[in-house]
C-alpha cells in the first residue's frame, strides 16, 4: 500500500522505506544490492517485505537505476 492511514505504522510504509533508501543512494551515489537491503533492515527491523516496492517506487520517479554486471542501485537524480 502506497498511501499510509491511520491503521499504518509510520516505518512500515513503502514511502518510510523509500526515504531511507533515497538518503542513502545521496549520500553515497552508488550502493551494492545486498548493503542497501542492510540499510533498510537497520533502520526498521521486519521491513524487508518494503525492500522491492520501495526500490520500485524509486526507479518509477526516476530516481534510481540499476546496474546488473555491477548488482549495485545507483542515484539518478540531481
Not at 16 to 25: F, G, K, N, P
Not at 29 to 35: E, H
Request: hydrophobic share 45%; proline share 5%.
Amino acid at each position: 500500500m502506497l498511501r499510509p492511514n491511520k491503521h499504518s505504522h509510520p516505518d512500515q510504509t513503502v514511502l518510510a522505506a523509500s526515504t531511507v533508501l533515497l538518503a542513502e543512494l545521496r549520500r553515497k551515489r552508488a550502493v551494492p544490492y545486498g548493503d542497501l537491503k542492510a540499510v533498510l533492515d537497520k533502520a526498521s527491523h521486519g521491513s524487508d517485505f518494503l525492500f522491492t516496492p520501495a526500490i520500485n517506487l524509486l526507479y518509477l520517479l526516476g530516481l534510481v537505476e540499476y546496474r546488473a554486471t555491477a548488482d549495485l542501485f545507483e542515484y539518478a537524480g540531481q
